[in-house]
């Protein structure tokens, strides 16, 4: 089964999330609890992209704790044709520019959502792009 690899410690937002993609796209979730676990899951040809929330904090990674534009930075630097969907609640003119500039994230989504339409249209684009390239792994 395709695989999305979500990273969020809003838990009810996870939940939304996961219903979503699992009930309404056809996608299995797997949430880590580490960097080193999110890593090893992006490295899976199963994991069609990788959302992560922003500004999530306090994410362990070696010890010690990096945000959620760090865990994008981290995927995209290891496999740079995963794509990652940032998220986030802080939504100020210009943060979602400044996020996906500093992160090298594919797309960024308000939360909360208008809708789960935007959810699955934004990994559905992103997933199809990806196959379009003829991409599984080619970084």
């Known amino acids: 089964m395709k695989r999305i690899v979500l990273v969020e410690d809003d838990s009810s937002v996870a939940a ?9 796209g056809g996608f299995s979730v797997d949430r880590p609890a580490t960097g080193e676990d999110t890593l090893r899951l992006a490295l899976d040809p199963r994991t ?3 959302i992560v929330d922003a500004t999530l904090r306090f994410f362990p ?7 959620g534009v760090e865990v ?37 989504l308000a939360k909360p959502l208008g809708n789960h339409h935007e959810l ?3 990994v559905a684009n992103l997933t199809a792009a990806r196959a379009s390239r003829g991409s599984r ?3």
């Open 48 to 50: 069609m992209a990788v």
């Open 137 to 139: 792994r080619g970084d």
């Open 120 to 122: 699955l249209d934004a």
């Open 72 to 108: 994008a930075r981290l995927v995209k630097a290891q496999s740079a044709h995963l794509p990652v969907v940032l998220t986030s609640a802080r939504v100020m003119p210009g943060d979602r520019d400044q996020f996906l500039s500093s992160s090298r994230a594919d797309d960024f």
């Open 16 to 24: 939304y999330f996961s219903y979503v993609l699992e009930k309404l």
């Open 61 to 67: 990674y070696h010890g010690g704790p990096i945000d």
